[in-house]
Structure formats: structure tokens, C-alpha cells
């Protein structure tokens, strides 16, 4: 027998207290999607983090993930990411309008190209307009290392969707040696180039490039460009 006292101090209105026991990290995760799940905000970004989780857990029902919620999941999103898609292709931050992140446009599409790629079926003209915003962003060279790293996203979903990225890299490459190198391979601009290379089959330079990236290396928060440490050590570890 055992007795463990919450360490959380929480109002009651709310309040759910349950335990979970695992030999693994798993156990975590339930909090981490029950939050995202009621999380009270409805933008694009939010909706595709709350999406992404039942789209890959589907089949581990120990998350309570069935397969007809993830498809009404899925088919809520899509309704949304649909009516919010201005006429570039890009998403809108709550309506089909110029307000966007051209991080949210490439963190929507990496989405739907994850449920593409598992058997979902998703708009291919939806995709495909998404998919040519971001061929017009990553034409243009950066002005930030914030851009760069939303253009290195990019050029890495691009590539997911079989499309051939290679001048695409090596010119956002030169930029980035020009204006940024001291700090861009570490930031996580050089994980997600490093694999549009693997996906390319041009290990050499991949396999370059992943190797300054560690987990823990100091970040600059730029939370107007959802970015901070924990950010990118969890996309590093996707791309891994």
C-alpha cells in the first residue's frame, strides 16, 4: 500500500485528479493531450496540435483515441483548415484573410501531409495550394533567422510531398552562411534542412549538418515565431 498527495496546487472548479503508472514516459502524455484537448483557443495552430496527437496514436487505444473520433477529428479540421485558406494557398490565423504565420501555413501542411502519407483522405487541392504558398516563401532569402527557420520548415514539407528541394536548399544555404553562421545549424533551421537532404538521398551533407545538433543547446525564445528550447528539441526529435 502507498499514498501519494498531489503536488499540484489546482482551483476545484476543474479539478481531475487520476494516476497513471507505466514503465515508460508514456504515462505523461494523457495530461499533455487532455490539456491541448480543452485548451480555450481556437486558432490554426492550436487546432492542428490538438489534431496531431489522435492523428498518430490512433492505434494505441490505451489513449483513448478510436478510430471513429480521429476521423471526426480529422474531418473537423479539414473543414476549417478549408475555410480559412485565403487565395495564396496560405491559412489564416482564425479566417481566410492575410492574417498568417508562415510557420502555421507549413505547421498545417506537415499535418495533412502526416494523414496523407496514413491513408487519410485528404483534399488534394486543399494540399496542393498550401503546398504552392509555401514555393512562393521559400524563393525569396530571409530576413530574419526567425524567416529562415520558417523557410527551412518549408523547403523540409515540400520535400515530404516528393517534390524535388535541392535549389531551393542550396540557396537558402547561402543565405544563411552569409548573414547567419554563426547560430543557424544549431537553431533548429539546420535539423530541418539537414533532412530535406536525407529525404533526397544526399547523406553527405545531412549527415553533416544533423551532427551540430544536440538536444539542450540554448535557444532564443521568439514566442511571436512559436519558438523557444522545448520547441525545438521536440521537432529535433521528430526529424530524428
Not at 490539456?35 to 494505441?60: D, H, K, M, W
Request: aromatic share 12%; hydrophobic share 40%; with cysteine.
Amino acid at each position: 500500500d502507498a499514498e501519494i498527495k498531489s503536488q499540484a496546487d489546482m482551483y476545484p472548479n476543474f479539478k481531475r485528479s487520476e494516476a497513471a503508472l507505466s514503465s515508460s514516459p508514456w504515462a505523461f502524455s494523457t495530461g499533455l493531450m487532455q490539456y491541448l484537448e480543452v485548451y480555450p483557443y481556437g486558432c490554426t495552430e492550436q487546432l492542428v496540435s490538438q489534431a496531431f496527437p489522435a492523428l498518430i496514436l490512433r492505434n494505441r487505444p490505451e489513449f483513448g483515441y478510436a478510430p471513429a473520433k480521429v476521423e471526426a477529428n480529422l474531418a473537423q479540421v479539414l473543414r476549417i483548415l478549408r475555410a480559412r485558406q485565403n487565395g495564396e494557398g496560405a491559412f489564416g490565423f482564425w479566417a481566410a484573410n492575410s492574417h498568417v504565420s508562415d510557420f502555421q501555413v507549413a505547421y498545417a501542411l506537415h499535418f495533412l501531409t502526416e494523414a496523407k502519407e496514413r491513408g487519410y483522405a485528404v483534399p488534394q487541392d486543399l494540399l496542393d495550394k498550401g503546398l504552392n504558398y509555401l514555393r512562393s516563401i521559400v524563393r525569396n532569402d530571409p530576413d530574419t533567422l526567425a524567416q529562415a527557420r520558417e523557410r527551412a520548415y518549408a523547403i523540409y514539407v515540400l520535400t515530404r510531398n516528393g517534390q524535388v528541394t535541392t535549389n531551393y536548399l542550396n540557396q537558402q544555404r547561402t543565405a544563411l552562411d552569409r548573414d547567419y553562421a554563426k547560430v543557424w545549424k544549431t537553431d533548429l533551421t539546420g535539423a530541418y534542412l539537414a533532412s530535406a537532404y536525407k529525404l533526397l538521398k544526399q547523406d553527405r551533407q545531412a549527415d553533416g549538418l544533423i551532427g551540430e545538433s544536440r538536444f539542450g543547446q540554448a535557444q532564443q525564445v521568439d514566442y511571436g515565431y512559436f519558438y523557444d528550447g522545448l520547441v525545438r528539441d521536440a521537432q529535433l526529435l521528430y526529424l530524428l
